[in-house]
């Protein structure tokens, strides 16, 4: 499973990708910062389930804190895309193309309006981040588009010529972008697009890309940047318009620093929860910020970061954790209890299961 995040030049995508991983990558305010994709490995959270059998689990990848098991999945952290990203304009097809693998995509939003259309610094709340949202999902949906587009007239002739079945043309043409043939006849169905596939007009093939983007690419809104004064209002507002989208208030710099503050044993905190705990030595410098992250989890519980990325898992992909091994055998061949977590479609089957372990 690979999830990607999108979004325009310093809305905070790469301190959300630092904070996910704690990878070694430039941030600045400036726009493309970040000029190729970086990848790396973040973790959901999980529920532990080896106390209900009264062990301690010793997992092979991710690791455990608290109450909780972190699983990893692979991220990849695109540069900012700007408008007529999907023509071509700052290397946009080039970074769109990155996204082909992606599961999900989590768009990080300046929910301050403190950066305009180009993702140059502006005054906050002199941008109105509800236009973000639209541009981006207009610059993937349109990056479909171009893709069933090109050699459509070529295409759409020798379907009706050869009395060719669409969703398996189809189907087969996007399975880059995981696009199946289910997809395609649900799609189909959904925008009732029953007549001739040479008859279909522009408008058409926009809807189905919509259609299909949403099926294989669906997408959750990080409101980054709430600390931010007048923040929140922006974010109320946004969360009117966009009814049917998952929006999560969100600061990558407060996560960011809990986790470099745990990493370097000034504090002890587990991602996602709504306190941490300071037990090393701090200077009156170190003890301010913490004061600010502290009042900052007061008032919004949590940074939103590890939510954003639960979410996108659980909520959107509808994925599900489970545990491999016998009630009377939690051991694997090298003594490791409990080492596996899987991460798989509610759907996925027996059969499915039986691929995953061997």
């Known amino acids: 499973m690979i999830v990607g995040i999108v979004g325009k030049a310093n809305a905070g995508k790469s301190t959300f990708f630092k904070a996910c991983t704690l990878a070694n990558v430039e941030i600045g305010n400036r726009p493309f910062v970040t000029l190729k994709s970086n990848v790396g490995i973040a973790y959901v959270r999980v529920e532990r389930v080896d106390k209900e059998f009264n062990v301690i689990a010793t997992p092979r990848f991710g ?25 071509g304009a700052g290397l946009g097809l080039e970074f769109l193309n990155d996204l082909r693998d992606a599961d999900v995509l989590i768009h990080i939003v300046d929910i301050s309006g403190g950066t305009d259309e180009n993702g140059e610094i502006c005054k906050p709340l002199s941008h109105d981040p509800g ?17 069933i587009k090109k ?12 009395n060719l079945e669409i969703k398996k043309v189809l189907g087969q043409q996007l399975s880059g972008l995981h696009v199946n043939e289910e997809m395609v006849q649900d799609s189909l169905k959904e925008l009732k697009l029953t007549h001739k ?34 923040a929140e209002y922006e974010f109320e507002k946004v969360k009117k318009r966009f009814k049917d989208l998952m929006i999560i208030p969100c600061s990558a710099e407060v996560e ?66 489970i545990f491999p091994g016998g009630v009377n055998k939690l051991e694997d061949s090298s003594g490791r209890r409990l080492p596996d977590c899987f991460l798989m479609k509610k759907e996925s089957t027996a059969l499915d299961f039986a691929y995953k372990i061997h």
């Open 197 to 230: 596939v040479i008859e279909w007009s522009d408008d058409d093939i926009k809807a189905l890309a919509t259609s299909l983007r949403k099926k294989t690419k669906p997408m959750i809104i990080a409101a980054n940047k709430i600390d931010v004064e007048g």
């Open 131 to 147: 236009r973000d949202i639209e541009f981006l999902e207009n610059e993937i949906d349109m990056w479909y588009f171009g893709i």
């Open 63 to 87: 690791f455990q804190m608290g109450d909780y098991r972190f699983v990893p999945v692979q991220i990849i952290d695109v540069p900012g895309l700007i408008p007529d990203a999907h023509k």
């Open 151 to 162: 050699g459509w007239a070529k295409l759409s002739r020798q379907i009706a010529q050869e």
């Open 256 to 321: 960011l620093s809990l986790r470099e503050a745990a990493k370097h044993n000034m504090i002890e905190y587990i991602p996602g929860d709504s306190k941490f705990k300071i037990i090393g030595n701090l200077n009156d410098k170190q003890k301010k910020a913490l004061e600010f992250v502290e009042d900052f989890l007061k008032k919004f519980k949590n940074t939103g970061v590890q939510d954003t990325l639960d979410m996108a898992v659980f909520d959107l992909l509808k994925y599900i954790a």
